[in-house]
Nanobody, 123 residues
Framework: VQLQASGGGLVQAGESLTLSCAASGSILSINAMGWYRQAPGKQRELVAAILVGSGTTRYADSVKDRFTISRDNAKKSVYLQMNSLKPEDTAVYYC?????????????????WGQGTQVTVSS
């Protein structure tokens, strides 16, 4: 499975940004996709994840009501709409995928990772 992420950039606090991730390769094995982020000096954390089949989602408490994850199964893609961005959202964001349901159901780290895309929110 290969994951190609795009859409990062520099925005001001309060603005919006949308990240995109397209999957290729053994995509039939993918049951969940999501986004993680890692800020300098901090551990990588799950931001949002979605089950490809049912659309069930999981969000970090810090982004609930601001971020929305969605998928387009026809395009084998997942998106992260980020609204009301804050400086603390600054991080490298990674697209991820899992053949199991555990990334969504349990927040378990998945086996497939894309390259990171930098999101910087200025105050």
């Amino acid at each position: 499975v290969q994951l190609q992420a795009s859409g990062g950039g520099l925005v001001q606090a309060g603005e919006s940004l949308t990240l995109s991730c397209a999957a290729s390769g053994s995509i039939l094995s993918i049951n969940a996709m999501g986004w993680y982020r890692q800020a300098p000096g901090k551990q990588r954390e799950l931001v949002a994840a979605i089950l490809v089949g049912s659309g069930t989602t999981r969000y970090a408490d810090s982004v609930k009501d601001r971020f929305t994850i969605s998928r387009d199964n026809a395009k084998k893609s997942v998106y992260l709409q980020m609204n009301s961005l804050k400086p603390e959202d600054t991080a490298v964001y990674y697209c991820a995928a899992d053949s199991s349901l555990f990334m969504v159901l349990l927040g378990r780290n998945p086996p497939y990772w894309g390259q990171g895309t930098q999101v910087t929110v200025s105050s």
